[in-house]
């Protein structure tokens, strides 16, 4: 059946791991990587032919895994002379029986005496760390890879936060200034009676990592040039009126946080 119930009962056994899978991969964005949990696999050389691999979890094709407690890994020795780097995967394999799994190897790289490369990798092959060794010496391991921000996280960093901002001049203000995700939303209302310049500095403002563009807006029609300006990265807004404008004129201000 093409289109299916995962999550419920039908009365047969129908839920496979290609179905996990595809509903995992779906959730997290990616197929293949390491999700924020335990110790996020560190790697620690407990000797020059001993790693030990920490807690974790992962995916490789959207097969989820996860290692339960600390796991020694052999690494074959070094060559005196010579360089060499091992990569540590989490490798996915599936017998003709159908029989899946998910384990830890260490796979040798080539020595030489020039820039060592890393080993050749395979799709179902997840790479978690490169081990340098030089000679009989083995180095720091690199990590290379970066754990899924958890979407508890995720809803965090989008949380909104709002600001108290107040205006060096009383012909600005600011009524609202809201800041999600990173981006900025600051609104408020300009009364000019004549043409001019108008220099105001916004305290408390998050500072823009750009200078940006003031939009004008007139009986809720938004319009130009009547007013242009902007705000600098110091939080000063320098606006030039061209056109008269009364106090129940709106400006406002859609910008990236520095």
């Given at each position: 059946?093409t289109?299916?119930?995962v999550d419920?009962?039908?009365g047969?056994?129908?839920?496979?791991?290609?179905?996990?899978?595809?509903?995992?991969?779906?959730?997290?964005?990616?197929?293949?990587?390491?999700?924020?949990?335990?110790n996020?696999?560190?790697?620690?050389?407990?000797?020059?032919?001993?790693?030990?691999l920490?807690?974790?979890?992962?995916?490789?094709?959207?097969?989820r895994?996860w290692?339960?407690?600390?796991t020694?890994?052999?690494?074959?020795?070094?060559?005196?002379?010579?360089?060499?780097?091992?990569?540590?995967?989490?490798?996915?394999a599936?017998?003709?029986?159908?029989?899946?799994?998910?384990e830890?190897?260490?796979i040798?790289?080539?020595?030489?005496?020039?820039?060592p490369?890393?080993p050749?990798?395979?799709?179902?092959?997840?790479?978690?760390?490169?081990?340098?060794?030089?000679?009989?010496?083995?180095g720091?391991?690199?990590?290379?890879?970066?754990?899924?921000?958890?979407?508890?996280?995720?809803?965090?960093?989008?949380s909104?936060k709002?600001?108290?901002?107040s205006?060096s001049?009383?012909?600005?203000?600011v009524d609202?200034?809201?800041?999600?995700?990173?981006?900025?939303?600051?609104a408020?209302?300009i009364?000019?009676?004549?043409?001019?310049?108008?220099?105001?500095?916004?305290?408390?403002?998050?500072?823009?990592?750009?200078?940006?563009?003031?939009?004008?807006?007139r009986?809720?029609?938004?319009?130009?040039?009547?007013?242009?300006?902007?705000?600098?990265?110091?939080?000063v807004?320098?606006?030039?009126?061209?056109?008269?404008?009364s106090?129940?004129?709106?400006?406002?201000?859609?910008y990236?946080?520095?």
């Amino acid at each position: 059946m093409t289109f299916e119930i995962v999550d419920g009962m039908t009365g047969t056994k129908h839920i496979s791991s290609d179905d996990l899978a595809a509903l995992n991969t779906a959730t997290v964005g990616k197929a293949d990587c390491v999700l924020e949990y335990g110790n996020d696999f560190s790697l620690t050389m407990a000797s020059a032919n001993s790693a030990t691999l920490g807690t974790g979890v992962g995916m490789v094709g959207g097969k989820r895994f996860w290692n339960q407690a600390p796991t020694s890994l052999t690494v074959q020795s070094g060559t005196q002379g010579q360089k060499r780097n091992d990569l540590v995967v989490a490798r996915y394999a599936k017998t003709s029986a159908g029989i899946e799994s998910i384990e830890p190897v260490v796979i040798k790289g080539a020595a030489t005496t020039g820039t060592p490369a890393d080993p050749a990798t395979t799709a179902n092959d997840l790479k978690l760390w490169r081990v340098p060794l030089d000679g009989i010496t083995v180095g720091t391991p690199v990590k290379l890879f970066s754990p899924v921000t958890p979407l508890a996280t995720l809803g965090d960093s989008v949380s909104r936060k709002s600001y108290s901002v107040s205006s060096s001049d009383e012909r600005i203000s600011v009524d609202t200034c809201v800041e999600v995700a990173g981006m900025v939303y600051m609104a408020g209302r300009i009364n000019a009676s004549a043409y001019n310049w108008i220099t105001a500095t916004l305290t408390g403002c998050p500072l823009p990592l750009h200078e940006t563009g003031v939009t004008y807006g007139r009986n809720s029609v938004w319009k130009s040039p009547s007013i242009t300006g902007a705000l600098g990265g110091n939080g000063v807004m320098i606006v030039q009126v061209s056109d008269v404008v009364s106090s129940n004129e709106i400006w406002s201000i859609v910008y990236l946080r520095a």
